[in-house]
């Protein structure tokens, strides 16, 4: 029980996950009130327009008010969606003297390899005008060479006033190994400036460019977030505890965000991980991946052990971010993507038809054909069958959109449905592939977790293809990412660079940057009121060769045994890349992450005991070039733990479907928890 909450009794705690098309809700009662072991679900559309008046819908759909709710998570995209269509606040720079141009200059890298007509790279947020320069320098281990004059921070200052800004990015050489003077510039810049953003607060790791893009991300969406925040908080009783889930997995309170705003960055997508983690760690799963196709996006994530894989080096948008985060690889394939001919090869997105107009099949004056079309036509989606938002599915409109490709194509509409499918199918094995292999890791022992809207549509045929054996669609699949936000812990984390040499160690120094990240970790939770005894601190060691470019992490890592974490870096290093020497190593950097560990909601189904379910009716389907096949359609409620579905048939409840491919079969467990065999490859 979280402080504070002991005289809200009675109330519920609500997850919502706000996406790219749909809004899904699921409202859990308190144990101890009149409604316990009660939960409720719904979809709605997306508010793109105003979010939170979109939040207050969600609500509504599950028949609660303000009032009732004693706790509140959402995931948002909408820090993604900013930073991908780069609708940031105008910010500053405020660079060490001879380093302002770092956010041009960049990396060497190009985007486009081989096309000499397009940007190499894209153009700095923070554009010339606004970069100004301060005197002062230190080195790489924090010793200052050059003083910062009071006089150059009070230029810097008062050109940074005169831009009209809003909001700052502080960003100066070295400062992750001392912030004193990031420090001193924003004492200064306080009263003159809404918003400030240093780098040794948002990023305090090595890397210039690095560092500076994310600290000037962080400074362009300070003041978004703070005005989201501050209407959230305008609606919410002081009697409901309101916090948002973060992009390392697990939930912050609104104070922590305005601070740090591009933790949201993955928001979303972070909480079907998390829950799919649980998932795994409940069923005693090695290895898993995270399959979640909404109506924008699908996203993987690799899950080790029944945890998360987590990386601090993404990019979104075309620009690194170095942040904590699940390492969620995003594509633009869902059921909203749109499929097009570029040069007479067939493809599907990544642009998508959103929720308005929305895929043709939806009726709101859509016209391009998108995966859900063909889903519809292909007979995995039933006409007339009512959607979120209590929309209708309509097959003639579907056709429509799909003939002209199909006439482009020379082929039948089912035939080109059926190939905007197998394309989606395909790029979401490509994600596989790279959440997989560039891990070291045979994806084809992993179990596939299958939630959103559509992932349960195409999980076993893309789980089949890859070479996967077993899918899981999990209880609530449709409204996943929500239940992730109601099982969610409140987490913090942080990374920070060390460079210590192993024939250099310095066990002091390392206590002292220890000690430092352990108190910024859990100062928002002391905040919240959390004391010693309720937080738990968990540490992840990054190393490498000394030379080597990127570092290998090492989890819970014991510095009191220099030979044992040698030796588990070296098998590391070796499994991964297949080879390891006994060269000499460094600690190139520390993640932190604290947390309050509580017993988290674990929300299933149980099925009834009925041995054999009965379809409630059978439908064409076409799931090869073989043409439409009868497949029965079961009511997924009815699927009970001595039950085995065997394909093709399709398994419904009020929001997801889920085809069980010719070949495959499924049952489900005592928990709801649909266990899919996915058979021979067809």
Not at 602 to 614: H, K, L, M, N, S
Request: negative net charge.
């Amino acid at each position: 029980m979280r402080p504070g909450s002991e005289d809200m009794a009675g109330g519920w705690l609500v997850g919502i996950d706000i996406g790219g098309t749909f809004t899904d809700v699921v409202a859990v009662a308190s144990d101890d009130g009149p409604d316990a072991g009660t939960v409720r679900t719904a979809k709605v559309d997306t508010r793109t327009d105003d979010r939170v008046l979109g939040l207050v819908s969600a609500l509504e759909a599950v028949g609660l008010g303000w009032d009732d709710v004693s706790d509140l998570v959402h995931g948002t995209t909408m820090v993604t969606n900013a930073i991908v269509e780069n609708k940031l606040a105008d910010a500053a720079l405020v660079a060490t003297r001879g380093f302002s141009d770092t956010l041009a200059i960049g990396r060497q890298n190009r985007r486009h390899l081989y096309r000499l007509d397009l940007e190499p790279k894209p153009a700095p947020q923070i554009p010339a005008e606004r970069r100004f320069e301060v005197d002062g320098r230190l080195d790489h281990t924090g010793a200052e060479i050059e003083p910062a004059g009071e006089d150059s921070i009070t230029r810097a200052v008062e050109r940074v006033v005169a831009s009209g800004v809003e909001s700052v990015a502080v960003s100066l050489l070295h400062s992750y190994a001392d912030g004193g003077h990031e420090q001193r510039i924003a004492e200064a810049l306080k009263g003159r400036v809404p918003y400030v953003s240093m780098s040794h607060r948002v990023n305090p790791e090595a890397r210039e460019y690095e560092r500076t893009v994310t600290t000037a991300l962080s400074a362009g969406l300070m003041p978004l977030v703070g005005q989201y925040l501050d209407r959230l908080e305008g609606i919410c009783p002081e009697t409901t505890h309101l916090h948002l889930f973060h992009s390392a997995g697990g939930m912050a309170s609104t104070g922590a965000l305005r601070e740090a705003p591009l933790a949201l960055a993955m928001s979303g997508p972070a909480a079907g991980v998390v829950a799919a983690s649980a998932i795994a760690r409940d069923l005693g799963l090695d290895l898993a991946i995270s399959f979640d196709m909404g109506g924008t996006t699908t996203d993987i994530c690799l899950i080790r052990d029944g945890e998360a894989q987590v990386s601090s080096d993404r990019e979104l948008g075309g620009r690194p971010i170095r942040q904590p985060m699940v390492a969620v690889d995003s594509i633009g394939a869902g059921g909203g993507s749109i499929a097009r001919l570029d040069h007479g090869t067939l493809r599907v997105g990544p642009e998508s038809a959103g929720s308005f107009p929305g895929p043709a099949c939806y009726g709101r004056g859509g016209t391009l054909p998108t995966v859900s079309d063909a889903n519809l036509l292909l007979g995995y989606l039933e006409p007339g069958k009512p959607l979120g938002g209590g929309l209708q599915l309509r097959p003639d409109l579907a056709r429509d959109a799909i003939l002209p490709l199909a006439e482009a194509l020379g082929w039948s509409v089912e035939r080109a449905a059926l190939g905007v499918v197998r394309v989606a199918n395909s790029a979401m094995m490509q994600a596989l592939r790279r959440s997989t292999v560039e891990h070291g890791i045979d994806g084809r022992e992993a179990v596939l977790i299958a939630f959103g809207g559509a992932g349960p549509m195409h999980a076993v045929a893309v789980a089949r293809e890859f070479g996967m054996s077993r899918v899981i669609v999990p209880a609530h699949s449709s409204v996943f990412s929500a239940l992730g936000c109601v099982s969610a812990e409140m987490s913090y984390s942080q990374q920070r660079t060390v460079r210590m040499p192993v024939g250099a160690w310095d066990a002091a120094a390392l206590d002292g940057i220890r000690e430092d990240l352990r108190a910024q970790v859990t100062a928002p939770l002391r905040a919240s009121g959390f004391g010693d005894g309720d937080i738990a601190v968990q540490e992840v060691a990054a190393l490498r060769y000394s030379g080597q470019s990127y570092a290998i992490e090492v989890p819970n890592p014991d510095f009191g045994d220099l030979d044992t974490l040698g030796q588990r870096f070296f098998a590391l290093h070796h499994k991964l890349y297949g080879y390891a020497t006994d060269e000499p190593w460094q600690l190139e950097a520390i993640r932190m992450r604290a947390s309050v560990p509580g017993k988290r909601k674990r929300i299933g189904a149980p099925p009834p005991a009925q041995a054999e379910p009965v379809a409630v009716k059978t439908l064409p389907c076409v799931f090869d070039d073989a043409g439409p096949v009868p497949t029965p359609r079961y009511r997924r409620g009815d699927i009970g733990t001595e039950s085995m579905v065997n394909g093709p048939a399709i398994i419904e409840d009020d929001h997801a479907t889920i085809v069980i491919d010719p070949g495959a079969s499924a049952f489900a467990d005592e928990k709801g928890h649909l266990h899919i065999l996915t058979g021979p490859r067809q």
